[in-house]
Every structure is written in C-alpha cells, then in structure tokens.
C-alpha cells in the first residue's frame, strides 16, 4: 500500500479560513511547507498526519525524504522574521521540527535496510531459525518509540499556538494560580528587565508583594515591581481601582529608596478611583457581616468596583474637567450617606485634597487603548503583571470569599483594551504549597506544625495587611481548574525551598464526597467544605537547594517532587524559586526549545 504525503496548510484570508490538502509530489510537498502567508497554527496538524498514518500501518512507499525536507522547510519558515509574531514562530517551528524527528527516524531505518549487508543478515537470521526482520515493521517501532518519547515530554502540545519570549514584540502575561501571594513580583522583577512596558490590569492597593532586589526589600501595592527596570514604563490599567493619595505615597516612598521613577509611571485616563469614602464603606459593610465577614482588606475595593457598576463612580481622567468631577463627588457623597446614615464623609474636604494633587496626577495620565496598541505595534515588549489570583477571581473564585476584580487572563482585555489575539505566553505563579488570607474554604489547610513550618519558613504575612497566612499542601485539583480557565503555557513553582527539611511532602489530588471522586472544581462552598483530600506522599529532603542553579542540582526527592506536579497538571514549570532574592530562580527549558535551539 502506497501513499503521498501531503502538507496541510491553512491560507490566512480575510474572509474565511479554508483548509486543503497539499502537495501530491516531492516538489509541490516542499513548495507547500514554504507557502508564505500561511497561518503556521495548524503546522502540527503536519505531525498529526504523519504519526497518524505510519502508526495506523499504511506505510508501503512513504517518500520518508520528501516528508523530512517538507518538515525542516517548514521549522525553518516559522522561526523566520516574516511571521508578525513570536506566538507561532518558536512554538509551531517545535511541532515543525517534531514531525521532521519522527519521519527522519523512520529514514533512518530505511537506511539500515537497505544496504548490501541485507543478505548476510537474512542469512545470519536463518541460522537462528528466525525470520528476518522486516524493514517496514522496524520502521514502525521506530516511529512509535520516538513518538512516545516525545509525547511524553511534550506537555505543551495540547496549547502550541503561545510561548513567552521576551525577546520579541508581543504580550505577556504573568498571573496567580491558587488564592495569590505566590510570587508573581519576583518572577516580574526577572523577566521585566527585557520588557519595555509592564501593565497591571485588575485590582488595587488590596494586593501587595515584597520582592528582594539586590539585597533590599521593596514593597508594591499599586506600583509595578517592574518600576525596578530603569528602562521600563509602568502602566495602571483601566481594570484597576485607584486610590490616588495611596499611589503618591507609594511613588515618594519608592524615590526615597532610590528608585526614579520619574516619566516612568503612567495611569490609564479611564481607571476608576477609590475615594476615602469607599475606604469607610468597605469597614462598615465588614462589620455588618458580623460572623459572615469575607476577610476584606478594608482598602475600599469592593466599594469603588460597586461604584463602577452602578455608574455612579468618577475616573482619573474626570479630573481634567474639575467642576463635573466635584459634581460627580458630592453627588457620589449623598448616594451612600443616603445607604449609610453613619458615613462621615466630607465631600468638600474631599474634593481639595484632590484639587491640591491633581495636575501632578493629570501629567502621569493617557489614553488608555491608544497608548497600549500604539506601543505594541512600534514593537514594544509589553509584560502583563496580574494581581491576586484564580480562586479570588469575583466570577471564578470561591464566591463570596474573593475580591471585587477578575484577576484571571479575561481581565487582560478588558482592564488593558489589548485584543485577545496579541497575547503569547501565559505563565502561572504557583507555589511549592498553597496559602490563602482571610475567611473561605481551604480544603488542604493544616493546622499541625508542618502548617507552621510552612508559615514560619516562607514568611507567610500579608504585604497589605500584615495578616498571618493560612497553610496548606498544594492542591491539584484547585491548579487543573485555575489553568483550564487561564490556559497556561508555563508554570513558576515558588519557594520550592520552603519544604526543606519536611521528612514527608504531600499533594492533594483529588476531592471526595460522600464516596465519589469530584469531577473539577466545586462551585457551592458547603459541598467543597465537606469534601475529603485525597494525597499523595513522597519523600521530603533536608539538603539545602537555595544554591541550585540547575535543575539537576536539586535533590532526587526535590526533583520528582517538581516532576510529579509537572505530571499532575499537564503543564511545563519552566521556573522554579529555590530562594528569595531574584537570582534564587532555576530556568528549566522545555525539551522542545532544547531540541530546536540544537537543531540550528
């Protein structure tokens, strides 16, 4: 049985995308995979048909050659300039390069079979009573081995079409997976330092991070760790609620440690603000909720977002036009005295304090969608540094315990105006443990002194609020949600470092009700409350990783440790925090990336 090899390639049209079959020849094979303005998202529907067809067994004249050069040409094509983005040439220049490793090895056999030496072997068979080996059927052993390996290793394959490069024009995106605090700033500060613009999207001075750079602490709330890179803008997105007297302060203290910041921190015009009064609203409703109390930070977050939706709340960008925004104020002040007799909200006080400081605001204001796409299309790098996390998310999280924001990948549209098809890597922020602030459910909380261990050891306070966090073993469950919804290309496992010296580590797996395995993530509270853990135990180690710079440095346990959660969520982790300053970070290639940077 014969067949030819064709290349699937789907034509980018303004109109329609149509996908047909290519290349009934060696030539038009070739030609195909070099076909300009193709869209290289499908290229691994290459690999698919090969691997498909060899594995089925139609294999006869499989013109391995004319399949392998199709391939090369096209792992070629997609890692050239031509392509706008990055998001397709590395990724798909992997899949490309996948294809041409499978057919090359069914090359090779067929090279092994057809040399001279084929009548000694038959001969050398025969007098071990065998049959000889037939060269298609190693052929194919060959071809399932290799295809094995690599879809082993290859857990990105289901998501090909992104890949975080800082190297090139695009967007990226660095998000919290669980209930947040995992160490998004750390892996910011890193990656910044190759990014021209870094842009929050959601939430406000309700979320902090410390990061350690350079053997000083810092802590952010509303600014960007990204402030650290001298060369980079940051950026206050629309999605984020602002408490402007809160962000000066946090600029005078940033120069006062050094940092110029000057030309370098801009708010988007259509940002909402948080007012003194939303501040007193949000202690107020707290109290009210007595027994029932969310754990909120009390910055007026839920308060101003509330503003928002009601559309009655006032914008940065209110402030160029003065006398509506004082209307806007008092009218705002008598809405929620009218809700809540005990306000002792000053609108006139108010309002001067915002007259004293708003030219300073209006000089760090712009346009919110013009800036951003204008940057992107100049070919800026921009790096998205999102806040809180997943399980906190206002439609995603475990409702009512989360924030007032989306602090998941949607929120990178609409709290930025980037269009969806801009973006390219999105990495989540996980840690080697889980920890939650304030009231909710926690399915893997311990109460026991490992809980301790991993409290004292990892530092667990809030930034913001100074609170001590709750303590738990990383749920797998909780993550496989957070990633369906985000759609992770890469993980960052955090403090890794914090489990050492725990004679036994565990994972929960899974989650259990009254005898049945729960499939996903609970959304009703009182069911995911009374949920059992399953776990898993491996061994835990005592040696000392902060000094790791590889990955095989680590430990045996430490290693299978990251391997098995790698395993779990079906996700590479690409980082891995062994320590706190900046440089305590092991970088783990994906084989992929390895395999095509040795194959130039």
Known sequence: MSWNFGVFVVAQSRQAGRVWEMGHDDHDAVKAAKIRDVNMSKLPSLNTHVATRLLRGERGDM??????????????????????????RTAHASAALRAALVVEAGQSQHAMTATGDEPEEKACCAKKDTKPVDPQVSTLATLKEVVAKLNRIESAVANPHRHTDCLNPGVDVVLGAPWGDGGKGKLVDSLSQSYDVILRVAGGSNAGHTIVHEGKKYKFHLVRSGILNPNAVCIIGNGVVVHLPSLLQELEELKQAGIDYEGRILILDRAHMVLDLHQEVDGINELRRGRNKIGTTKKGIGPAYSSKMLRNGVRVGDLRYFDDFSEKMRDLVKFYKDNYPELEADAEAEIKAYSDIKDKILDMTVDTVSYLNNAYVAGKKILVEGANATMLDIDFGTY????????????????????????NGIIGIVKAYCTRVGEGPFPTELHDKVGEHLGTVGAEFGTTTGRARRCGWLDIPQMRYSNMVNGFTELNLTKLDVLTGLEKVKIGVAYWHKGKKLDGMPSNLQLLQDSVVEYEEMDGWSEDISKCKTFEELPVAAQKYVLRVEELLGTHIKWIGVGPDRFDVITRPHPLEKAYASSN
């Open 400 to 423: 009512p315990y989360v924030t007032s924001s989306n602090p998941s990948i949607g929120s990178v549209c609409t709290g930025g105006g980037i269009s969806p098809n801009r973006l």
């Open 63 to 88: 013109r391995l050659d004319v399949v392998s050069k199709a391939a090369r040409a096209a792992a070629r094509f997609s890692s050239s300039a031509r392509f706008q983005s990055q998001q397709f």
